[in-house]
């Protein structure tokens, strides 16, 4: 306290001078018109740019809400955006839905679209995984296609999600033919090469050659007859019955994106009959 006393005297001229000042200054803008309308000029201006300053300051600092906001918006607009790109890579990709769709009404299945999340083609055993499962209507020993032909049968399935034994594993076996001819063979893969299949027991007396459609026989309630497989690659007289015969499979596993999975109404019924008959004559 003392110290501060010590300042106001010591420079109480100054203060003194300060204040005759301020009140000369009031003193002039009250009296005279043309300094009071000067006055009030330039303190309106020094107010302005104290208001603009402290508005630019709070829309600064209010960036934060609005960035944020944005981020909310831009984050919609791409979930948005993934999805039309999705459906849109479907459709181009799905060239054969016609076909299918006729097929549905003519044979009473139905189609389950599914993603591929995950895939396998440089092993042995080789599997595929699907992001649909038991709650989206897939079961066991169901088939599984794309646009190009047949990929595999359905393995294993759990409530969102589904695996997927491709024709490109030693334990798949899938009935096949030449297309428009009537003899069923099976269609392996010995696990050389993800794009060659072998088509057995075909004799030789049915007219096959190189370049000819490998399709589903239609033999049982997994796949229609005639969804293709694979063209005739290799031909040759394996023994003096049957043909050897490699394919070129159609469904390219290295690029594997959507799948349909076929859903035939009355599986369960054709599975059903033919075990009875089956237990029936085994008696």
């Known amino acids: 306290m003392k110290a501060l006393l010590r300042f106001f ?23 005279n018109q043309f300094q009071r309308s000067a006055f009030l000029n330039s303190s309106n201006a020094v107010m302005g740019k104290i208001y603009e300053t402290s508005n630019n300051v709070y829309e600064y600092f209010g960036l934060k809400g609005d960035n944020l906001s944005l981020a909310h918006e831009n984050t919609e607009l791409k979930q948005k955006l993934y999805t ?7 459709l181009k990709q799905d060239t054969s839905y016609q076909g299918r769709k006729q097929m549905a009404i003519d044979k009473k299945y139905t189609f389950i679209t599914a993603k591929v999340i995950n895939a396998t083609t440089n092993k042995l055993k080789n599997f595929i ?21 047949i990929v595999g049968i359905v393995s294993s399935v759990s409530d969102h999600f589904s695996v997927v034994l491709p024709i490109i594993n030693p334990s ?30 075909v004799p030789l007396y049915i007219p096959v050659h190189v370049g000819d459609t490998v399709v589903s026989s239609g033999y049982s309630s997994i796949f229609p007859e005639g969804i293709d497989i694979g063209k005739v690659k290799v031909l040759r007289k394996e ?13 390219n596993f290295n690029k594997l994106s959507y799948v349909d999975v076929i859903d035939f109404k009355n599986a369960e019924e054709e599975k059903g009959l033919e075990e009875e008959t089956r237990k029936e004559a085994e008696k």
């Open 9 to 31: 005297i010591h420079y109480r001229v100054f203060f003194l001078f300060l204040a005759l000042e301020i009140i000369s200054l009031i003193l002039i803008v009250k009296h």
């Open 84 to 90: 039309l790109e999705t459906e849109l890579k479907f």
């Open 129 to 149: 995984t699907l992001d649909k499962g038991r709650l989206d209507g897939i079961k066991e020993e169901m088939g599984v296609i794309n646009e190009h032909g």
């Open 172 to 201: 798949s076996r899938i009935s096949a033919k030449v297309k428009d001819k009537n003899q069923t063979g099976s269609v392996i893969w010995e696990g050389a090469d993800e794009r060659i299949a072998l088509l057995e027991e």
């Open 239 to 251: 023994n003096d019955n049957y043909f050897y015969i490699e394919i070129e499979l159609l469904a």
